[in-house]
């Protein structure tokens, strides 16, 4: 018998032969991303020679394009890396997702994990292949140019493709060896891209529903800036909006000095991950969606759960909590019938382990239960003083630190009186507060609540707003200690503003006492509303409006002592608003015209007299007509944009 | 030597097989029948190390076939649904399987093809089902191997083509003792070229037998007898009577039976060869079987 040695290496040969189109495809996709793109970049240069006067402004230009050749280039490069490395991690684990070639390979005398190192360093070997090839060419092209230089760039960006390359393919593979059908195999791979994100953002919406002091979008807002490094194209499609430059290589740069580095040891770990579940994987499941059952169960369950709050949650918008639930069993049970039929291939095995979704329900409904009525205390935990480093308050957007001991326990004093009121059918009105404490470890614990404004929470909020903190941080602009600020809105409801005072110390304390004469009720919010005078907020909050009308007859004139001309523009908005209409109509409410002008001087008495609630002594509430004023506005300062607005005259 | 000891194999909780005993010698041709569902491809694949046993040991010459790649260089196994690489020619399916075999033999590689009238050129995925049967038995052939495990090898074969390859097993068989498993649902293919029979019945063997002292040793006799004829010195498995005629099948060696019916001196006698399923049947029967239920 004439014995011939078998080795991998034949294997290998045999494997590369057969993976002969996969190559071309490496080849032709890579020369396209490069050489020929270079090339493009190259051929612009001959388009208008004339253009160019002196040969230093053609080296110039020429310099500049092969340096914008290879960046684009490069990057164009990376992003395909990628997607081969997806497309030949589909390749390679193909012969363990058809029943009959999984078995011809379990038969013939090549152990399972020679067999699949073949495998991978094919796949490798391809791409590196078609990888030095287009090395190759580019060199031609960028000497044959005068710029060998610029190639250097190109290179590093080739390095970097060749790990995101490696990190997709290890990653695909990875999702392979878990699955024995290539459209689960695709499945799990856009999973372990959306399924963090998309869950994330699913649970901080519900819980946000569900209990008033949940609210996990800071572990969104860490998971896309801190975890979504780990799912590389997703980074790289980000950073490359925000970063590309076709000057600047730094991105590739960074990428090389950190993000690289821990792609290549994360693709090691998913190579190395994939041998014991080669060797556990079962020849005989190969064709079946998951060749796991555990893991299928876990795959099965982890998407269900954010299915059913994500139901639960459109729910809770077309009824309120009851609904929920329903809508949270009703996604729970419809996802769980079809994951089963997807992931079991049987259209009738959509009630598999029936009582495995009813154990897992009621350990649902039971944590749900136990975080409703908070038996853990982790909706009201506040963390002791000692323990914060420092503590935010979010004022308008803005977050502001608080270090101080005594504001961060004004801060704990607020979201106590938050979770103590009692106001459970939100009669009065309230303020939403955010807060974020910095622990001394360097954890953050973010809560936010909203809470009535009563003198007790305006108490804590008063220090926090007179401290040093926060005039340091937030209104370091102003001169005085503003807190408290008169918005003259244009119409009832409107949020449009068109004039703001901020108060003093002394005014406010004199503004207040009568507000409080005038209301005559410690609960400043409690009264009915009126048509509304102005707007006074900032004290309470940066989001609670006073609306004082007619009925605060001390507060009205006070103002208007205060503000004699009732509208207390500033100078340079005033005029900047005034000077941008261009064309001002007065309407009745059947629409019939009143007024119609375009002049400049008459647009400009028309606003100041029509516009002003409070003119001097003389405020205009209980008398005049219901007339609309139309301004087509077109100032650089506002936009242009036109108001119409409801008022009395 | 191929020696099964305990076997015992589940699909999930479906027992599959259960404490299969069995012994295979080299240069034998052994049988495995039974119906759909007994456990005859499991086997297969375990003997070919396909599969890994939940309980007992496969061993070839004393060494376990279990991710063993001297063992597996010694075995081919031809599946009953064969796979070819997308787009391929049988010779490029002959260069893998020579990568992984080291005994393959390109000269009978193709002296097999052009005796069966492939061509090992074409694309595999152009050939009719037969073609692609004949192509994965040349391609197993020429791997040269010891033993070589059939699942359902002759379905869909024509008479022709079957006969030649069974003539092929047969010269491979006495040309260097070649040991050959083959697994079929269908007793008659497997009556002309098995030594052995081995009958599989919901995962356990039911019955282990040489053809030949099976063959000794039942006979089926027609005979019209006299009345009274006293048939108590022989053993009768199973009677019946049309007319005066009667169709028995009697165990026991030939010529005892002839000797005792001539005895008699009946009007009407002649011994009848047992096809294997006869055989089969009778033995079910004897051994508590229903017949509709294994075969």
Not at chain 1, 281 to 302: E, I, N
Not at chain 1, 559 to 567: F, K, L, Q, Y
Request: charged share 15%; hydrophobic share 45%; with cysteine.
């Amino acid at each position: 018998m004439n014995l011939r040695k078998v080795s991998n290496k034949n294997l290998l040969f045999n494997t590369l032969g057969r993976q002969t189109p996969m190559l071309l495809l490496f080849v032709i996709a890579q020369l396209l991303a490069v050489p020929v793109f270079c090339m493009l970049c190259f051929s612009a240069l001959f388009r208008e020679p004339s253009a160019f006067q002196t040969l230093s402004e053609y080296s110039d230009y020429l310099h500049s394009c092969a340096a914008e050749a290879a960046t684009m280039s490069g990057h164009l490069l990376i992003i395909l890396s990628a997607a081969l490395g997806i497309f030949a991690g589909f390749v390679v684990c193909r012969y363990l997702m058809n029943w009959q070639s999984a078995v011809l390979f379990a038969s013939i005398p090549v152990r399972r994990e020679k067999q699949f190192a073949v495998m991978v360093a094919s796949g490798l070997l391809i791409y590196l292949a078609a990888l030095a090839l287009t090395a190759l060419i580019s060199v031609v092209i960028f000497a044959s140019h005068g710029c060998l230089a610029y190639a250097g760039n190109l290179y590093r960006l080739m390095l970097a493709g060749t790990i995101w390359y490696i990190f997709f393919y290890a990653l695909t593979l990875f999702a392979g060896m878990l699955s024995g059908m290539s459209t689960l195999q695709g499945a799990l791979l856009a999973a372990a891209f959306l399924y963090l994100p998309v869950t994330v953002g699913v649970l901080g919406l519900f819980c946000r529903l569900f209990y008033n002091f949940w609210n996990l979008s800071y572990l969104w807002e860490a998971f896309w800036h801190k975890l979504s490094a780990l799912f590389g194209l997703t980074y790289y499609l980000v950073n490359l909006t925000k970063e590309f430059s076709i000057e600047t290589t730094r991105f590739a740069l960074d990428m090389q000095l950190s993000t690289l580095l821990a792609y290549g040891i994360a693709a090691l770990c998913l190579f190395a991950a994939c041998i014991p579940l080669l060797r556990l994987r079962k020849h005989s499941l190969a064709g079946q969606p998951m060749v796991f059952a555990r893991v299928a169960s876990v795959v099965k369950y982890a998407i269900m759960v954010p299915c059913a709050m994500l139901v639960g949650v459109v729910f809770y918008y077309i009824g309120d909590v009851p609904a929920m639930i329903f809508g949270c069993a009703i996604g729970g049970v419809l996802s769980f019938m079809l994951l089963n039929v997807i992931l079991l291939k049987n259209p009738r095995a959509y009630f598999h382990n029936i009582k495995g979704l009813a154990i897992f329900a009621v350990v649902f409904a039971l944590c749900t239960f136990l975080l409703a009525a908070d038996v853990l205390h982790i909706d009201t935990y506040l963390p002791d003083t000692g323990m914060v480093d420092h503590a935010a308050i979010n004022f308008n957007g803005e977050w502001v630190d608080f270090y101080k001991q005594e504001n961060i326990q004004a801060v704990n004093d607020l979201m106590d009186c938050a979770q103590t009121e009692d106001d459970p059918d939100y009669q009065l009105p309230r303020v939403y507060l955010k807060t974020r404490y910095t622990l001394n470890g360097g954890l953050q614990l973010e809560k936010q609540a909203e809470l009535s404004v009563l003198d007790q929470p305006r108490t804590s909020l008063l220090q926090l707003y007179e401290s040093d903190e926060f005039r340091e941080s937030v209104l370091s602009e102003c001169e005085n200690q503003i807190f408290l600020h008169l918005t003259f809105c244009t119409y009832t409801g409107s949020s449009y503003e068109y004039s703001t005072r901020s108060l003093d110390q002394q005014e406010i304390e004199t503004f207040m006492q009568l507000l409080r004469q005038a209301v005559g009720n410690d609960s400043l919010f409690s009264a009915d509303r009126g048509p509304i005078v102005a707007t006074v907020s900032g004290g309470f909050g940066p989001s609670i409006p006073i609306y004082l009308d007619a009925r605060y007859d001390a507060c009205v004139k006070w103002i208007a002592e205060h503000s004699p001309n009732g509208i207390l523009l500033t100078n340079q908005t005033l005029d900047a608003y005034i000077s941008g209409i261009s064309q001002a109509t007065v309407t009745d409410l059947e629409n019939h015209p009143l007024k119609d002008t375009s002049d400049p001087e008459e647009i400009r008495e028309l606003f100041l007299n029509s516009m002003g609630l409070i003119t001097g002594d003389d405020w205009k509430l209980n008398g005049g007509n219901l007339i609309y004023f139309t301004f087509e506005h077109d100032s650089e300062y506002f936009g242009p944009s036109t108001c119409s607005y409801l008022w009395r005259q | 030597m191929i020696e099964i000891k305990e076997i015992a194999m589940n699909y999930g909780n479906f027992p599959a097989l259960s404490g299969i005993n069995l012994t295979i010698g080299d240069g034998s041709v052994y049988g495995l029948i039974g119906s759909n569902g007994s456990g005859k491809s499991t086997l297969l694949r375990l003997l070919c190390g396909v599969y890994a046993p939940g309980n007992g040991q496969i061993l070839y010459d004393g060494q376990s076939v279990w991710e063993n790649d001297k063992v597996k260089r010694r075995v081919v196994y031809l599946s009953d649904e064969q796979y070819f690489f997308p787009h391929s020619s049988m010779a490029q399916m002959a260069d893998f399987y020579a990568s992984v075999y080291s005994c393959f033999s390109y000269p009978r590689f193709e002296e097999l093809a052009k005796r069966f009238c492939l061509d090992t050129g074409r694309k595999i995925n152009t050939f009719s089902k037969g073609m692609m049967k004949q192509a994965a038995i040349v391609l197993a052939l020429a791997c040269d191997t010891a033993y070589i495990l059939c699942d359902e090898t002759f379905d869909g074969l024509d008479p022709v083509v079957r006969h030649s390859v069974k003539s092929i097993i047969a010269e491979e068989v006495a040309c260097r003792s070649l040991t050959v498993v083959l697994a079929s649902h269908n007793l008659r293919e497997l009556e002309d070229i098995c030594d052995h029979i081995v009958l599989l019945h919901r995962g356990s063997v039911v019955l282990e037998a040489d053809i030949d002292d099976v063959k000794m040793n039942l006979h089926k006799v027609q005979t019209v007898l006299p009345q009274n004829a006293n048939l108590n010195g022989v053993d009768i498995v199973s009677r019946s009577d049309r007319g005066s005629l009667s169709t028995m099948i009697i165990k026991g060696r030939r010529g005892h039976i002839e000797s005792y019916f001539e005895v008699m001196n009946p009007k009407f006698f002649e011994i009848i060869p047992l096809t294997l399923e006869e055989i089969f049947i009778t033995e079910m029967e004897e051994a508590g079987y229903e017949l509709t239920e294994s075969l």
